[in-house]
């Protein structure tokens, strides 16, 4: 019995207990998924493997990341934003974006997806786009289908720069953007650079890196390009790239239930049980208004 703990060897005393602020966030149809799966798209083991093990894995690593620092308790995306730019937090950085990420992409998955049919308002606003729903899947899935290395493709409302008259509409497009690993799809990060793993550089080989990056202003969503230097500039809150849709290609998401060679059947089924009543409620008010915006 230990009566008297300060008369003790060190390795007799309890540890303080530390807090988890970081916990796997609910589904909405969770325990669904814990039972049977993903219908059309994942095994019950496979869901576990790509959420529940994975996700938890996550915010484990963040509450250590964070434990006892002023933004312990910030939400990944805030972390994800706070830590973009600074090449000595990749570690936390990775952890924040991809748990966001990978979270986003299993909030848009339910157990009776809504067809985008269903929407008309809302594909009418994707065909402006794309000229047809058959091209945006088709445009979609290709992207992700030739991705070299695992990350995500979004789909995103992309506001333009400039600031709308008043009581006039602001204007945009839809635009298909990829992201590497735990690349963030956030302006507000400044489009974090993926060729230089900072988990195994300094703070002077990310300088260097940086100094021989191309001045080129050539392209939409480019870290260099006109658009990505401008909208670097927002602050947080003030995005102008407007996530609604996105699919995870990390191979430990479908390798179990779809095999080494299975990553097309894989996506081709995820377009299947995209719940597009969910992209719907977090589009931004102007691209479900299709008249209102610029064809580009």
Partial sequence: MCLM??????TCRQPPSRRSLHHVPPLTYDESFKRQ???????PDGFRIAWTDYQGSMVQKLNELTAGEPYEDAHVKQLALQFARDPMAASLFNHASMAHNNHFFFNSLSTSP????RLPTLQQSLNNTFGSMETLQSTFLDTAAAMFGPGFVWL??????????????RR???????????????PEAGYRQQGLDMNNNSAASYNSYMNQQPVNTVGAFGSFSQSGREQAKLPPGGTNVMPVLCVNTWEHVWLRDYGMNGKRRFLRDWWDCVDWSQVESIAPVEAKHPLEFQRG
Avoid: C, E, F, M
């Fill in 5 to 10: 703990p300060s008369l003790l060897p060190q």
């Fill in 37 to 43: 799966g993903i219908p059309g798209l994942l095994s």
């Fill in 114 to 117: 809504l067809k985008v049919d």
């Fill in 156 to 169: 995103v409302w992309a506001r333009n720069l400039d600031n709308p008259a008043a009581g006039a509409q």
């Fill in 172 to 186: 945009g497009a839809w635009r298909i953007l990829t992201t590497y690993l735990a690349g963030t799809p956030y």
